[in-house]
């Protein structure tokens, strides 16, 4: 079962606000989902809205990571689509970004099973029927508190 409904890109846009207003240093983020199912949109409306202005953010696809550096908090945004399998989560050097800042993950299943126990998961996906996307949200400890805000249209 879902729990949101995100019926456009608009939609998804306001989830990625409520993010960056959540977002706190040492937190992980996991988003998931298929080709094309809004996780960079996410990613984008999130960093924007931590920058307070329609900064440009490309996706880290073909360098992984691209880094940000705002007032309170560094955001790593991580696209792990091309990863090979099978490389050390360590060889990323992930866990700096933590000391100062959070991470945003793209395809974490790249990940080993284990990694990040804490992260909060954000998975989207396709309706049965029709338009618009499915947003589930998968809490780890220390996001309990922060999922009904999260969840609050
Ligand atoms: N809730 C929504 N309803 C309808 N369209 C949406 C919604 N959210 C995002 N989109 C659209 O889906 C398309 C793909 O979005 P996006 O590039 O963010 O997906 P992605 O998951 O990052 O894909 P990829 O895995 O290829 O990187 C975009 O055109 C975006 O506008
Ligand atoms: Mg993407």
Redesign the pocket.
């Known amino acids: 079962m879902a729990d949101l409904f995100?019926?456009?890109?608009?939609?998804?846009?306001a989830l990625g606000h409520r993010l960056a207003g959540l977002l706190r240093v040492g937190d992980v983020v996991f988003?998931e989902?298929?080709?094309?199912?809004?996780?960079?949109?996410?990613?984008?409306a999130c960093l924007q809205a931590l920058a307070g202005a329609a900064i440009t953010v490309p996706?880290p696809?073909f360098t992984l990571v691209q880094t940000y550096d705002f007032a309170d908090l560094a955001v790593w945004h991580v696209?792990l689509?091309r990863l090979a399998p099978g490389t050390p989560v360590d060889d990323l050097a992930l866990d700096e970004a933590l000391e100062a800042g959070a991470l945003l993950i793209?395809?974490p299943d790249r990940l080993p099973a284990d990694a990040y126990p804490e992260r909060l998961a954000v998975r989207?996906a396709w309706p049965a029927h029709g338009?618009?996307?499915e947003a589930t949200l998968d809490p780890g400890t220390g996001w309990g508190e922060r999922l009904e805000a999260l969840r609050a249209g």
Request: glycine share 12%; no cysteine; aromatic share 6%.
């Open positions: 995100l019926a456009d890109e608009a939609a998804t846009a988003l989902g298929d080709l094309g199912t809004g996780k960079s949109t996410l990613a984008r996706s696809t696209d689509y793209e395809w989207l338009d618009g996307r």
